[in-house]
């Protein structure tokens, strides 16, 4: 039986370390020394109830993370002034003082509104505009998730070579299209490509992106057998908990995201509670 507990534990550790291995081999900036996967904060991540998609909330979550870096995820939109601003919604009504479709609004009406925190309680924080969230986080151990929200890719792309900012960046790409329009422009910023079936794995494959530079973005209905057909290929996995749906907007038992890197190889976790999740894999 002591054996047999043995055993498992030596696989269970070589096959962290095969995923560690691959983390560490990316073009992201992870040093030899980081353990674990890297955590990313969904919307800035929702441990406090600091507005989503604020500066405010994405220092908290990398001030008090017990390890870096870590990463954070916001969503980009272009206003009608042509100016490029971090909103998840196609509108500002649910979480500004404001209404009306973000590419129908003039910047100095955006300029104007206010971010509402998890309570609903209106604030003193802005809308803050994208080149302003890589100037403050250029020279941070943090990792930036960028989740293009319209035909702008080429826009965001432009401004983080800008400020230098492609090896600390990773791109989501939900299509085909997009994955492809980002191969063309970035040859040292991280993509994520949606990788549900073998249809859409063996359609990546044709665009030859170096190993280096994706990530296969799986869910729960990625088959196991891709999923291993994936890691022979050294190319990074990564999964979304989207805690909101899936669990009442409330955290997984520790257990649960502590098994993704042993069970599934999982490098990159995304997360509505990143210093929760990132705690966990704290030494």
Same mark, same amino acid.
């Given at each position: ?41 969904? @919307? ?22 017990? @390890? ?25 009504? @649910? ?18 509104? @206010? ?169």
């Amino acid at each position: 039986m002591h054996k047999f507990i043995f055993l498992y534990s030596l696989l269970m550790l070589t096959l962290a370390a095969n995923c560690q291995s691959v983390l560490n081999s990316t073009l992201l900036p992870i040093p030899e020394s980081f353990s674990g996967p890297l955590v990313v904060g969904h @919307r800035g991540g929702f441990d406090v109830g600091l507005p989503e998609n604020s500066v405010l909330l994405f220092d908290y979550t990398l001030e008090n993370a017990c @390890r870096t870096p870590i990463a954070i995820e916001f969503d980009v939109r272009k206003s009608a002034s042509g100016s490029l601003y971090i909103m998840h919604d196609e509108t500002v009504d @649910r979480t500004t003082n404001g209404t009306g479709k973000i590419s129908n609004l003039q910047d100095s009406y955006i300029d104007t509104l @206010r971010l509402n925190d998890r309570n609903g309680t209106f604030t003193s924080v802005k809308i803050p505009l994208f080149i302003d969230i890589l100037r403050h986080f250029k020279d941070k151990n943090i990792i930036l998730m960028l989740d293009v929200k319209g035909p702008i890719f080429e826009e965001v792309i432009k401004q983080v070579k800008l400020i230098q900012m492609e090896s600390k960046c990773i791109l989501l790409t939900f299509t085909s299209e997009n994955t492809k329009l980002a191969l063309q422009v970035t040859s040292k910023m991280m993509i994520s490509a949606l990788v549900q079936n073998h249809e859409q794995w063996n359609s990546l494959l044709g665009l030859n992106i170096p190993s280096a530079q994706l990530i296969a973005y799986i869910n729960k209905d990625t088959p196991e057998d891709l999923v291993n057909e994936i890691n022979t290929k050294k190319v990074l996995l990564m999964t979304d908990m989207s805690e909101s749906i899936r669990n009442k907007s409330i955290h997984f038992d520790a257990g649960y995201y502590t098994s993704l890197p042993v069970n599934r190889k999982i490098g990159v976790i995304i997360t509505d509670y990143p210093l929760f999740v990132n705690n966990l894999f704290c030494n």
